[in-house]
């Protein structure tokens, strides 16, 4: 297995509960993940459209609003394995801190998504800080 693996982090200064309403709704992410124009959600399968008007079907493995981590799993057939965690933590009632973690075999497929992560996570940062003023 040729695992690659990313991780990206944001501090967002909005609550925790804030930012998982946007990120814990599978539902929401053609609202902060960049080239994601299509979504819908059935069940514990979620499938994504890209602007480019590719479909990718995802099994939801997490969606736990108790510790605030969202885990799902691209079932392309492109990917020989992937995971991709979203956890929201809180720092204080204030503040928290976003991380959007993605392991993909093929490598070049976790670094293709680590790009857009570094930008979905921005722009979480913004729609939520915007939120809250």
Known sequence: MALGAIRHHVVVE???????DVVGNP?????????IVGCEVVGSTRTITTAT???MPENIL???PVLRRFQYQITL?????HRGTVDV???DDRHCIVVYSTEADPRAMA??????????LD???AMCEGATR
């Open 14 to 20: 909005a609550s925790a509960d804030v930012v998982w």
């Open 27 to 35: 539902a929401r992410i053609t609202e902060w993940f960049p080239g």
């Open 53 to 55: 008007g590719l479909t």
């Open 62 to 64: 997490i969606n736990d």
């Open 77 to 81: 057939a492109t990917f020989a394995f």
């Open 89 to 91: 933590l809180a720092l």
């Open 111 to 120: 670094m293709m998504i680590g790009a857009g992560a570094a930008k979905a």
């Open 123 to 125: 722009n979480v940062k």
